[in-house]
Nanobody, 121 residues
Framework: QVQLVESGGGLVQPGGSLRLSCAAS????????MGWYRQAPGKQRELVAA???????NYADSVKGRFTISRDNAKNTVYLQMNSLKPEDTAVYYC???????????????WGQGTQVTVSS
């Protein structure tokens, strides 16, 4: 079994900051790409940021310069530092990860349960 658990969401005023965390646990052999997605009411889920195991990060144009994705491979954890938050950043944020389980050969994409981020005055 593999589980992704997110934390760090909440209510913040415009211009404020939040830091999301997502920890993977279970019978993990290795983790490839990790990322954050978000889904606002009535909209499709969209990529916010992604970070491969050893390469260049990728950001949605709407968050470039404001959000930073990072990972701690020793802790199987991915982070999303969100600064200068705007009301349009309000959404449920989901982390995902491509994980190879112990005893398996292929990678499978796993998702967290989501954490609500609300930006409002």
């Amino acid at each position: 079994q593999v589980q992704l658990v997110e934390s760090g969401g909440g209510l913040v005023q415009p211009g404020g900051s939040l830091r999301l965390s997502c920890a993977a646990s279970g019978s993990i052999f290795s983790i490839n790409d990790m990322g954050w997605y978000r889904q606002a009411p009535g909209k499709q889920r969209e990529l916010v940021a992604a970070i491969p195991s050893g390469g260049k990060t990728n950001y949605a144009d709407s968050v470039k310069g404001r959000f930073t994705i990072s990972r701690d491979n020793a802790k199987n954890t991915v982070y999303l530092q969100m600064n200068s938050l705007k009301p349009e950043d309000t959404a449920v944020y989901y982390c995902n990860a491509e994980i190879r389980r112990s005893g398996y050969l292929r990678y499978t994409t796993y998702w967290g349960q989501g954490t609500q981020v609300t930006v409002s005055s």
